[in-house]
């Protein structure tokens, strides 16, 4: 088993490398669009895209090694190989190149919360390009905000979803409560940002 550090931003030669080429996976999923939309769609579906992964990641990350776990980011073959299927198809959208692996003793409640960070990240984020878009007038800044608050809050309502190895069940055991409370202002901000997608 990997032994856990008590550095809570610290990251390995091997972690840099998955994380450099997942992220480079997410990006090409975004650019993929440019066959289909005009370049700020696409420039900003490719910002949207990289930005909610990487920090949805990372929040995973440094709240298990807040915990004092061993948390590294590893890319997947199947992940990767359907981020990468994504990119040469035209509606088969997918960015899920890995996942961070946690390994180390760990509670239900330790558990729940470290799961509940992505998601808790992507709403954050969705909820601050909302106010954004709404204050904003039409311009390119404008369309970035928009694609990265309604990706973000659809990313917070998946990794909720209560099944499997989601985010969801995890909270979902630990409390009930808290995972009502995280699911509907996810649900929320996807419904308030869909209408001013660009279409």
């Known amino acids: ?6 550095k809570v931003f610290w990251f390995s030669t091997t ?24 370049l700020t769609i696409v420039v900003s579906l490719a910002i949207a895209f990289t930005l909610s992964f990487i ?7 440094f ?6 776990l061993w948390a590294e980011f ?25 996942a961070v692996m946690i390994a180390g003793p760990a509670t239900k409640e ?10 808790l990240t992507n709403i954050i984020i969705s909820a601050i390009c909302t106010i954004i878009m709404m204050t904003l007038r039409m311009s390119f800044f404008w369309t970035i ?19 499997g ?6 909270v979902f055991l630990w409390n009930k409560i808290v995972w009502i409370i995280i699911f509907a202002p996810s649900v929320a901000l996807m419904i308030i940002t869909y209408p001013y997608l660009p279409y």
């Open 1 to 6: 088993m990997p032994k856990p550090t008590a």
């Open 15 to 38: 972690e840099l490398k998955h994380l450099t080429l997942g992220t480079l996976l997410v990006l090409g999923v975004g650019l993929s669009f440019i066959l289909y939309k005009e």
């Open 55 to 61: 920090l949805h990641e990372l929040a995973h990350k």
């Open 63 to 68: 709240s298990a090694q807040h915990f004092g």
């Open 74 to 98: 590893r890319l997947t073959m199947q992940g990767a190989l359907i981020t990468l299927l994504s990119m040469l198809l035209p509606l088969f959208k997918i960015i899920s190149p890995g």
């Open 110 to 119: 330790t558990v729940g919360k470290t799961a509940l960070s992505g998601p």
């Open 145 to 163: 905000a928009v694609f990265v608050a309604w990706i973000n809050a659809f990313i917070a309502v998946l990794n909720l979803i209560p099944f």
């Open 165 to 170: 190895m989601m985010d969801g069940l995890k």
